[in-house]
């Protein structure tokens, strides 16, 4: 069974840094790209960063380019996303998601962990 | 950037309804577009993927056209547990991008 389970979120100031990780198991992780995705409270879906699933790399939604940095540490089967600077719109719920073996569309998500930035 | 706009961003429907989403991209994205569903609290579910290929799982009465620009979710009867906020994505370039949303709602 697929299993993505996040941790890391919690309250911080603004310009303060959290570290996200996401502990994937029940599939070879190596395999697959991952992203995370935020969804701030009341809003839609926003993707902030991944792995590509075909050319490899990673990638960054604008609104984060610069102070976010996603890794992969397959030996140990977990996601990560280091966040500096934070600022109060990056007050947010970020899943972890697994996407399909063909493009990052997400077959799996995690159960979500809230980030608060706030002073 | 390619933009998603979802339309409606709400529908009033009661049980036994057909419901249509649309998701129109600003450009292209072949067939790489995805349709979730998500209820308060949860996690998206995946419902279709490849704009029109059926989740492993998820009931025949979920279905997926279009390809290029123009694409459509339809529930073909609504059940009691498809009242949820429904979204699309598209997988054809980065950055990935999400519709608004449309949110199922009971009449």
């Known amino acids: 069974e697929v299993q993505l389970v996040e941790s890391g979120g919690g309250l911080v100031q603004p310009g303060g840094s959290l570290r996200l990780s996401c502990a994937a198991s029940g599939f070879t992780f190596s395999s697959y790209a991952m992203s995370w995705v935020r969804q701030a409270p009341g809003k839609g879906l926003e993707w902030v960063s991944g792995?590509?699933?075909?050319?490899?790399?990673?990638y960054y939604a604008d609104s984060v380019k610069g102070r976010f940095t996603i890794s992969r540490d397959n030996s140990k089967n977990t996601l990560y996303l280091q966040m500096n600077s934070l600022r109060a719109e990056d007050t947010a719920v970020y899943y972890c998601a697994k996407a399909t073996q063909v493009a990052s569309l997400f077959e799996y998500w995690g159960q979500g962990t809230l980030v608060t930035v706030s002073s | 950037d390619i933009q998603m706009t979802q339309s409606p961003s709400s529908v009033s429907a009661s049980v036994g309804d057909r419901v249509t989403i649309t998701c129109r991209a600003s450009?292209?994205?072949?067939?790489?577009l995805a349709w979730y569903q998500q209820k308060p609290g949860k996690a998206p579910k995946l419902l279709i993927y490849?704009?029109?290929s059926l989740q492993s799982g998820v009931p025949s009465r979920f279905s997926g056209s279009g390809s290029g620009t123009d694409f459509t979710l339809t529930i073909s009867s609504l059940q009691p547990e498809d009242f949820a906020t429904y979204y699309c994505?598209?997988?054809?370039?980065?950055?990935?991008?999400f519709g608004g949303g449309t949110k199922v709602e009971s009449k």
């Open positions: 792995f590509s699933a075909s050319v490899g790399g990673t």
């Open positions: 450009q292209g994205v072949s067939s790489w």
């Open positions: 994505q598209q997988a054809n370039s980065f950055p990935l991008t």
């Open positions: 490849v704009a029109s």
